[in-house]
T-cell receptor, first 114, second 114 residues
Framework: KQEVTQIPAALSVPEGENLVLNCSFTDSAIYNLQWFRQDPGKGLTSLLL?????REQTSGRLNASLDKSSGRSTLYIAASQPGDSATYLC?????????????FGTGTLLAVQP | DVKVTQSSRYLVKRTGEKVFLECVQD?????MFWYRQDPGLGLRLIYF???????EKGDIPEGYSVSREKKERFSLILESASTNQTSMYLC?????????????FGAGTRLSVL
């Protein structure tokens, strides 16, 4: 059974720092991996999606990498800002299925201090 | 922009009541999903639908049912609400099997069962 783990559960950094969030999954048979952002009391916003054949994706100050064989992904945030404060979730889509079912990690709560 | 709308942000219901949570998407997506989100457990899939009148059980379907009479609308039904169904409920939609299959989320409904 696929399990997704995110470490650390919470992280506090000063503004301007570069940081890395980690995601690991137990079964490398995935179709893709997504990173989401969730603000308090709100829904999820998709940040980046990496297909299983890709190594990384970039969007602005965000860079996500994928090492499928080792079951790991990282989300790198450059020059962090207070507006980056949120919960970050990763989710994998298992391969072989007929639907777009996602399996989520429990998230990393990020606080960027001004 | 994709829009996924959940009819209520907050709901308070009594034990034993029948509860309807409504979700509408405006992008003609084939797939729709209902999740619940609880602290420490992350997002867990309740039910999903890949076509009108089609539904599949997710990981935690017990105590819930769904209805998809029209492509744009996916309803979650709690036949007899219980206190352990107090949670944040999130609806999502995604396009068919091709493409990136990014899931787009609504803002969520926070349900309290007293």
């Amino acid at each position: 059974k696929q399990e997704v783990t995110q470490i650390p559960a919470a992280l506090s950094v000063p503004e301007g720092e570069n940081l890395v969030l980690n995601c690991s999954f137990t079964d490398s048979a995935i179709y893709n991996l997504q990173w989401f952002r969730q603000d308090p009391g709100k829904g999820l916003t998709s940040l980046l999606l990496i297909q299983s054949s890709q190594r990384e994706q970039t969007s602005g100050r965000l860079n996500a990498s994928l090492d499928k064989s080792s079951g790991r992904s990282t989300l790198y945030i450059a020059a962090s800002q207070p507006g980056d404060s949120a919960t970050y979730l990763c989710a994998v889509r298992p391969s072989g299925g007929a639907t777009n079912k996602l399996i989520f990690g429990t998230g990393t709560l990020l606080a960027v201090q001004p | 922009d994709v829009k996924v709308t959940q009819s209520s942000r907050y709901l308070v219901k009594r034990t034993g009541e029948k509860v309807f949570l409504e979700c509408v998407q405006d992008m003609d997506h084939e797939n729709m999903f209902w999740y619940r989100q609880d602290p420490g457990l992350g997002l867990r899939l309740i039910y999903f639908s890949y076509d009108v009148k089609m539904k599949e059980k997710g990981d935690i379907p017990e105590g819930y049912s769904v209805s998809r009479e029209k492509k744009e609308r996916f309803s979650l039904i709690l036949e007899s609400a219980s206190t352990n169904q107090t949670s944040m409920y999130l609806c999502a939609s995604s396009p068919g099997q091709g493409g990136k299959n990014i899931q787009y989320f609504g803002a969520g409904t926070r349900l309290s069962v007293l």
